[in-house]
């Protein structure tokens, strides 16, 4: 896997995925940017929620269950100190679908969280990560 992070100016940078995706990444105007993108710590969260998500949803539909949503939202605390890591992460699935079974759920996420999240199994190694879900009509 590849990246390359190109400056614009102030603290202005765009990346490029080795897949050839670009998105762009910004500071707040107190830290010298102009508020164009999002901030690498962001993006970090925000890479994880999609490598979750994607996991989640793959798993129920390889369980022959029909996901008509699905929406994560992750909430991060981080240290007060440089370097600011991730404390605590809390991720909360909320999932969309005619007949979707709890237990079928509760898998999907535990084994995202287990065994196939990349992103979320590695963060866990200096975040401590919790996770909830809920199963919304249809």
């Known amino acids: 896997m590849r990246a390359r992070i190109k400056w614009v100016e102030d603290v202005t940078f765009v990346g490029e995925s080795g897949s050839g995706h670009a998105l762009v990444m910004d500071g707040p105007p107190e830290n010298g940017g102009n508020n164009r993108g999002a901030r690498p710590m962001e993006m970090l969260l925000l890479g994880m929620g999609g490598c979750t998500a994607f996991d989640v949803?793959?798993?129920l539909r390889?369980?022959?269950q029909t996901v008509t949503d699905c929406v994560v939202e992750l909430q991060a605390e981080r240290a007060s100190k440089p370097p600011k890591v991730f404390t605590h992460?809390?991720?909360h699935y909320r999932?969309?679908?005619p007949a979707l079974q709890d237990?079928?759920?509760?898998?999907?996420?535990q084994l995202s969280t287990e065994k196939y999240?990349?992103?979320?199994i590695m963060l866990s190694a200096v975040a401590r990560i919790t996770h909830a879900?809920?199963?919304v009509g249809d």
Do not use: M, P, T
């Not at 237990?103 to 996420?109: F, H, L, T």
């Not at 999240?117 to 979320?120: G, I, T």
């Open 57 to 59: 949803v793959h798993i």
């Open 117 to 120: 999240c990349s992103a979320s």
């Open 133 to 135: 879900y809920e199963i």
């Open 95 to 97: 999932l969309k679908g």
């Open 62 to 64: 390889k369980a022959r």
């Open 89 to 91: 992460i809390h991720v």
């Open 103 to 109: 237990a079928q759920v509760r898998r999907a996420v």
